[in-house]
T-cell receptor, first 106, second 114 residues
Framework: GIQVEQSPPDLILQEGANSTLRCNFS?????LQWFHQNPWGQLINLFY???GTKQNGRLSATTVATERYSLLYISSSQTTDSGVYFC????????FGAGTRLTVKP | DGGITQSPKYLFRKEGQNVTLSCEQN?????MYWYRQDPGQGLRLIYY???????QKGDIAEGYSVSREKKESFPLTVTSAQKNPTAFYLC?????????????FGSGTRLTVV
């Protein structure tokens, strides 16, 4: 099956810093999404981005499908950005990476 | 408001028991999914269903069973054959097919074997 690798596994930032999270995947896909899981376990869909670039406020994402990777950018990070960020890829069924655990310190 | 409801939030199971986790959605989504998450890990796909009365195994289906008799409901049964069921279980839904974007997740059920 398709393999999904995320890096870095852990990231600690000071409030206001910028960061880039990476997702590599092993096969071409029609569907790639980024999620944020808060400390209570709730998963929120951030982006549906099988290719191209999208922006939503301080977050943006870019997927280069031909090179099989996607990047999630977080600018001017806030403590509420803390949690685990997951990349998921697939077609009708999505496979998740192991996630990047982000801690933003005040 | 539309969304996905999982119940119960916490569930305790004795050795050898079957338990059923509920997942209901009112988003009119065709596709529904069950994932398992172990501490500090990503999500692993258990089962998924694209339409009523049809479902497929995911990567870790052994010891689990599902049904999809109604579009709104996709219950998961953790059977006694699942040897290590303690985990966080998440249900999701999407429009489905080639438009399976916009996954919506429920708030999860934490299952503990006692």
């Amino acid at each position: 099956g398709i393999q999904v690798e995320q890096s870095p596994p852990d990231l600690i930032l000071q409030e206001g810093a910028n960061s880039t999270l990476r997702c590599n995947f092993s096969d071409s896909v029609n569907n790639l999404q980024w999620f944020h899981q808060n400390p209570w376990g709730q998963l929120i869909n951030l982006f549906y981005i099988p290719s191209g670039t999208k922006q939503n406020g301080r977050l943006s994402a870019t997927t280069v499908a031909t090179e099989r990777y996607s990047l999630l950018y977080i600018s001017s990070s806030q403590t509420t950005d803390s949690g685990v960020y997951f990349c998921a890829v697939g077609d009708n069924d999505m496979r998740f990476g192991a996630g990047t655990r982000l801690t933003v310190k005040p | 408001d539309g969304g996905i409801t999982q119940s119960p939030k916490y569930l305790f199971r004795k050795e050898g028991q079957n338990v059923t986790l509920s997942c209901e959605q009112n988003l009119n989504h065709d596709a529904m999914y069950w994932y398992r998450q172990d501490p500090g890990q990503g999500l692993r796909l258990i089962y998924y269903s694209q339409i009523v009365n049809d479902f497929q195994k995911g990567d870790i289906a052994e010891g689990y069973s599902v049904s999809r008799e109604k579009k709104e409901s996709f219950p998961l049964t953790v059977t006694s054959a699942q040897k290590n069921p303690t985990a966080f279980y998440l249900c999701a839904s999407s429009i489905g097919g080639s438009f399976s974007y916009g996954y919506t997740f429920g708030s999860g059920t934490r299952l503990t074997v006692v």
